[in-house]
């Protein structure tokens, strides 16, 4: 049975053990890599979901509650058209990718957020790194040939850097929270 | 032509502060620090101040360039510390 994160003393990434950029004086470098996410990953990763910014550009904006991220991932963690991996450089977990809808060896949509730790100009390198990084991925380990995203038409950041990787607006749909802008990217 | 690109960038600057209702942004000027210390911009400000700049600098010089790509985002010092960072960063892309 998992413990709440309140009884596990838990509040932040700090008393997870886990460094800040500044703190460490970490550079984002290309040393880095995405390993399927383990239990142990749970509660970093509610931390970094529950984080306004990620809530206002996610589907389901409300916050999300230890029991329900525990449901939530004995689903997520046996579904075959799911894979949720953990971004790292330099051996510190800075970020989530998660591919969805996955149809094997073809196609799948994917999506993403950051620790809270991290901001600014680092932020940003992270972000070019970590979408290369999920881009490879799909099409090098997943063996995909076609990869998809939903963003709101109103994350126009995410759009921006999406369309940098030559991802290319194929569809667009109306969300009870405003209207979503479907981007892809195909192998070749 | 250092003139022209600070001009744009601090265009681009003000255009970000508009669609971003940042009143800090909407009066910049050449020694505006956009990132660290008392930086002005976020990560998201910045990404779109990049898709501005590389739009208006195509639009007025008719020069396509990218600003934000695997060189810009290995520099030692950020080309995006400050305006007159960028504008140097701009000119040196342009005289390659």
Same mark, same amino acid.
């Given at each position: &049975?998992?413990?709440?994160?309140?009884?596990?003393?838990?509040?932040?990434?700090?008393?997870?053990?886990?460094? #800040?950029?500044? !703190?460490?004086?970490?550079?984002?470098?290309? !040393?880095?890599?995405?390993?399927?996410?383990?239990?142990? !990953?749970?509660? #970093?990763?509610?931390?970094?979901?529950?984080? =306004?910014?990620?809530?206002?550009?996610?589907?389901?904006?409300?916050?999300?509650?230890?029991?329900?991220?525990?449901?939530?991932?004995?689903? $997520?963690? #046996?579904? =075959?058209?799911?894979?949720?991996?953990?971004?790292?450089?330099?051996?510190?977990?800075?970020?989530?990718?998660?591919?969805?809808?996955?149809? /094997?060896?073809?196609? $799948?949509?994917?999506?993403?957020?950051? #620790?809270?730790?991290?901001?600014?100009?680092?932020?940003?390198?992270?972000?070019?790194?970590?979408?290369?990084?999920?881009?490879?991925?799909?099409?090098?380990?997943? /063996?995909?040939?076609?990869?998809?995203?939903?963003?709101?038409?109103?994350?126009?950041?995410?759009?921006? &850097?999406?369309?940098?990787?030559?991802?290319?607006?194929?569809?667009?749909?109306?969300?009870?929270?405003?209207?979503?802008?479907?981007?892809?990217?195909?192998? !070749? | 032509?250092? *003139?022209?690109?600070?001009?744009?960038?601090?265009?681009?600057?003000?255009?970000?502060?508009?669609?971003?209702?940042?009143?800090? %942004?909407?009066?910049?000027?050449?020694?505006?620090?956009?990132?660290?210390?008392?930086?002005?911009?976020?990560? %998201?400000?910045?990404?779109?101040?990049?898709?501005?700049?590389?739009?208006?600098? %195509?639009?007025?010089?008719?020069?396509?360039?990218?600003?934000?790509?695997?060189?810009?985002?290995?520099?030692?010092?950020?080309?995006? *510390?400050?305006?007159?960072?960028?504008?140097?960063?701009?000119?040196?892309?342009?005289?390659?």
């Amino acid at each position: &049975m998992l413990k709440p994160v309140e009884d596990l003393g838990l509040k932040t990434v700090e008393d997870l053990g886990l460094k #800040t950029v500044e !703190d460490s004086n970490l550079k984002i470098v290309e !040393d880095s890599n995405l390993k399927t996410v383990e239990d142990s !990953d749970l509660k #970093t990763i509610l931390l970094w979901r529950n984080q =306004p910014e990620v809530r206002q550009f996610s589907f389901h904006s409300d916050k999300i509650s230890w029991q329900e991220h525990c449901l939530w991932w004995q689903s $997520a963690k #046996t579904d =075959p058209s799911k894979k949720w991996l953990m971004y790292y450089q330099q051996e510190q977990a800075l970020g989530v990718v998660n591919f969805y809808d996955i149809k /094997e060896r073809a196609k $799948a949509f994917w999506g993403f957020y950051f #620790t809270d730790q991290i901001a600014g100009y680092e932020k940003l390198k992270l972000w070019f790194a970590l979408e290369k990084a999920a881009i490879a991925y799909a099409f090098e380990t997943l /063996e995909l040939v076609e990869l998809n995203c939903e963003v709101f038409k109103a994350n126009q950041a995410a759009l921006v &850097m999406h369309k940098r990787q030559g991802f290319q607006e194929v569809s667009h749909y109306e969300h009870e929270k405003g209207e979503v802008v479907v981007l892809s990217l195909r192998k !070749d | 032509m250092n *003139r022209k690109i600070t001009d744009i960038v601090l265009e681009a600057i003000k255009a970000v502060g508009e669609m971003e209702d940042k009143p800090e %942004l909407l009066h910049p000027d050449e020694n505006l620090r956009l990132f660290g210390g008392d930086g002005v911009m976020d990560s %998201l400000s910045i990404v779109m101040l990049i898709s501005e700049v590389e739009d208006q600098l %195509l639009d007025t010089l008719d020069v396509s360039i990218t600003l934000a790509d695997d060189r810009a985002m290995s520099q030692k010092t950020s080309p995006f *510390r400050s305006v007159k960072t960028l504008v140097h960063y701009i000119s040196k892309l342009l005289d390659e």
